[in-house]
């Protein structure tokens, strides 16, 4: 899909940004490049797109040689998301979104229908295309942001730390959010970071560089393992590389596979009833076919007894985790967000466990008096317990 | 007031002529400077380093006595409107010039990469962007800049061209001080008019997203 032969950049004067990358990319695989700034990952994003040439060696996409291409039609083939976000402002949300559209002669009716259709994506509804970028809050023009890299179903995405300027709870539901939605629509993301949690969270291989040369491109799993030399490891800090040890497992193999259930149509009263029974305070809702459909706890039925007498009308939606997410990205969100539990669920959100705080104490006790008894410590203490 | 009555049966239809006169004058003059001033500004934010020397010759140039440069197109293209058109244009420009250019170099550099990176065209930036955005800075040129040239015409009455100018230089001649006021107020009127009329059509040619942009601020 992306492939780099021998790419080098030298500025006037002789200053080499990017010297003699050769890299190769399947399609759909998000690639993370991540370095230190002036390490010439930026550099080697825009020679995508053609924001700056190549001095030497090529850059094929679809074998087709970028060089030999028309630069403004080659951009309008490659969606690209920058940091500051770069939402015109003196645009509504729908002419921002279809602006590519636009530039590539779409009449206004499929203009305006697959801008909808695009905000549906990032669950907005179709009352934010009349309205003005300064109108919508931070993540939110980010959303748009990316959207409008993927208004003409550009096959390859360039994003230069597109998350940089939100805050930290913004950006982690975006960064969630944005790696299901390439997921779902199977596109090649080539994600400029220096933020090594992200890459590390996004990627599907990681390309680390120094001094305009490639030093390590690997999957996370990789180079959390095997880093390939002293830069790489101190990149990563030591903190990752002794996480990276117990948590190379997926929450699947830790969670309790028999959390308490109900269904929706059942009452209140019997709903505090098997919490009686099960000495637990709250429940996970499902339905027959055990999709996961809420929560309801005590606190829950206590406010809302009087009013509702069914579980199904005073259930409250949680977040989850997919049962091949890494452990280490699911114990650091039970304890930032401070959560008590987390369900877990397949593709198709069916219920199929839960994560308590006990299932902590498990990895923890396995770490401390399990197969390796040194080192783990410094694990325990990172967190904070 | 009497008197006020009396001058204007007497001068009336004289004074609503030279009026418009006065009007027809600074408006080409005006519109041309726009013609001209508008693209070169854009023009000029292509090639900054050639940009400074033209303005600097420019800024030279406005510091000419008007009069100055009034008489010195008598003898190219001798006497009446069109010199005074001429001179007045070359006096339109800088302000509308300048303005363009600061509009346009103020268009945050993440929305050109933005649209450049999107695939837009050279053409199509100065569309859809950098113009769109500097519209308000560039309105406030034209703006200052024919507000001006009402005020600078009443100098072109002095090589022919007629204009309210006439009864003030005709009162200077003649020691008639109400000549004078008769050719003075009616400018002050015009010019006061003209800025009312251009500051609507400003808030109107700037994109709705940048008016509701500012009043959230």
Redesign the interface.
Known sequence: MLKFEHVSKVYKGGKRAVSDLSLEFEKGEFICFIGPSGCGKTTTMKMI?R?IEPSEGSIYINGVDVLKKDP??????IG?V???????????IYENIS??LK?LKWPEEKRRARAKELLTLVDMTADYLGK????LSGGQQQRVGVL?ALAADQPLI?MDEPFGALDPITRDSLQEEFKKLQKKLNKTIVFVTHDMDEALKLGDRIVIMRDGQLVQCDTPDDILRNPADEFVEEFIGKDRLVQARPNIQTVEQIMNPHPVTITGDRSLSEAIQLMKQHRVDSLLVVDEQNLLKGYIDVEIIDQKRKKASLVKDVLESEFTVEKDTLVRDTIRKILKKGMKYVPVVDHDQHLVGIVTRASLVDIVYDSIWGEEQQGEMTWLQSYNF | MATVLQFLSTYGNELLLKTWEHLLISIIASLLGILVAVPLGIALTRFPKGAGTVMGTLGIIQTFPSFAILAFFIPIVGVGKIPAIIALFFYSVLPILRNTYIGVTGVKRSLLEAGRGMGMTGWERIRYVEVPLAIPVIMAGIRLSTVYLIGWATLAAYIGAGGLGDYIFSGLNLFQAKFIIAGAVPVTILALLTDLLLGRIETWVTPKGMRKMKEAA
């Open positions: 797109n924001l403004v039609q080659l951009r309008r083939e690209y920058i940091q500051q976000i770069g939402l015109f402002p003196h645009m509504t602006l590519v530039l003005y970028p300064h109108e409008r360039l």
